[in-house]
């Protein structure tokens, strides 16, 4: 197993409550953020600042750009980004609170320790989301710090995979078609990513016309052998971390972060789409 992908399946659900709990949702709705997508892009987009469109459809990839659109900048008439950088803060810290409950706290505060060295070895040139999010402050207070770190390293590790994407000339809706040919759900992908009927069409004749899809819209063994290509791609280069953080201390912190990460695992909707398969621990 890679260890940037063992350690993807640590990090991303401590930092999934950032967009699932409900603590999260309450706090963006206190400062005016009402509905799931309001909070969603405004919390995620609001290290780059009071951005237009144009910076987030192209960050985040794999929405449509008219739901992009429909969000910003209108958000920023209800929350400023700094009004939205403290309620997705305050939000999943109050998520990992209920979630950790009964945890050691001294493995708490050690595995932010260490994962916070891990993310100060991100290489963010040509990521902008992780250079965005490493550029905020780094709270004192262990949950919080831990948090920090995990949004740092997904979106690290979400940069990487977009640039590994886009280097295979896929575009965000191809995407899409492509992974609910393999192992996702077409009725979660589309709507909740805003593509509409005619765009979903078009991807699958684009990926049909690829090889990736046969004549009944199923992935094909080229799609299966290019996702697996794209995803070690996506591991490679989400590393630097890891390496700068060395052996010994990286074990060290599967051990502290298991346990941790599978409670919030846990909590995480079935209907998701992220595609986050279980802790791997050990």
């Known amino acids: 197993m890679v260890q940037a992908r063992r350690m993807w399946t640590l990090f991303e659900p401590l930092h999934a409550v950032t967009y699932f709990a409900p603590e ?12 799931f997508w309001r909070g969603y892009f405004a919390g995620r987009a609001a290290p780059l600042g009071a951005v237009e ?3 987030v459809i192209a960050s985040f990839f794999n929405f449509a750009p008219q739901m992009v659109q429909r969000a910003l900048p209108a958000v920023w008439s209800l929350a400023d980004p700094g009004q939205a950088l403290k309620a ?7 998520a990992l609170k209920r979630l950790l409950d009964g945890h050691d706290e001294a493995r708490i505060a050690e595995a932010s320790e260490l994962l916070g060295e891990a993310a100060s070895h991100a290489d963010v040139g040509g990521r902008v989301l992780a250079a965005a999010n490493a550029s905020l402050p780094v709270p004192d207070e262990p949950l919080a710090r831990l948090w920090h770190a995990t949004t740092v390293l997904r979106e690290h590790r979400g940069d990487g995979h977009v640039a590994t994407l886009v280097s295979w000339e896929l575009d965000g809706c191809s995407v899409l078609v492509w992974r609910s040919s393999l192992d996702l759900s077409r009725d979660i992908l589309q709507p909740g990513r805003g593509w509409g009927d005619e765009e979903w069409t078009e991807a699958t004749q684009r990926l049909m016309a690829r090889g990736w899809l046969d004549v009944d819209g199923r992935a094909t063994a080229e799609a299966a052998e ?9 591991d490679r280069v989400s590393m630097r971390p890891w390496e700068g953080l060395g052996p010994q ?11 941790l990460a599978q409670s919030a695992f846990d909590d995480i909707p079935d209907w998701n789409p992220i595609g ?7």
């Open 24 to 35: 999260a949702k309450e706090h963006f709705e206190r400062v005016g953020l009402r509905g």
């Open 53 to 55: 469109p144009a910076p």
């Open 88 to 94: 997705r803060q305050e939000g999943a810290i109050a």
């Open 226 to 234: 290019a996702h697996r290509e794209v995803e070690a791609t996506t």
């Open 249 to 259: 201390k990286t074990d060290r912190l599967v051990e502290l972060l298991g346990p």
């Open 276 to 282: 986050l398969p279980p802790p791997i621990l050990g």
